[in-house]
């Protein structure tokens, strides 16, 4: 069971998408909307990074001077060209002084992702 988990934990973003895609091809309307919602999601979260570290007058060079992120790397995210992983997403959150909350959800609501909201931390 511990193997198990660890190989499902391997699994790139990327490959996730990529299944996602297949069965969205094959599994018919629910798929595709699942799919959509998380391309959607995921978009608005560079979207909203690259507000936030632009409200603060910070560039993406000193974003990526303080967290040590290659600011080829943020611009890439911010443009929704990469799909970062979790830790990074949280560096760079915590970069321009927000933090992230997770929460587990019902399986079905993971086509109905509501709104990316940061969190200004200490307040």
């Known amino acids: 069971m511990h193997k ?3 190989k499902n934990m391997a699994k790139t973003w990327n490959q ?11 599994g018919g309307a629910e798929h595709v909307r699942t799919l959509r919602a998380l ?6 979260m ?15 060079e000193r974003l990526a001077k303080t967290t040590g992120i290659d600011q080829a790397e ?9 799909d970062p992983r979790l830790g990074t997403y949280v560096k760079l959150l915590e ?3 927000l933090g992230l909350r997770v929460e587990r959800v019902h399986k079905g609501a993971i086509a109905r992702p509501r709104q990316v909201s940061g969190r200004r931390v200490g307040r």
Request: proline content about 0%; charged content about 35%; cysteine-free.
């Open 4 to 6: 198990a988990h660890n």
């Open 16 to 26: 996730f998408m990529k299944g996602l895609q297949a069965r969205a091809k094959t």
């Open 39 to 44: 391309r959607s999601h995921y978009r608005r």
């Open 46 to 60: 560079g979207q909203e990074l690259a507000e936030e570290r632009k409200k603060l007058g910070m560039s993406q």
């Open 74 to 82: 943020i611009s890439r995210i911010e443009r929704d060209i990469v």
């Open 95 to 97: 970069g321009v002084g």
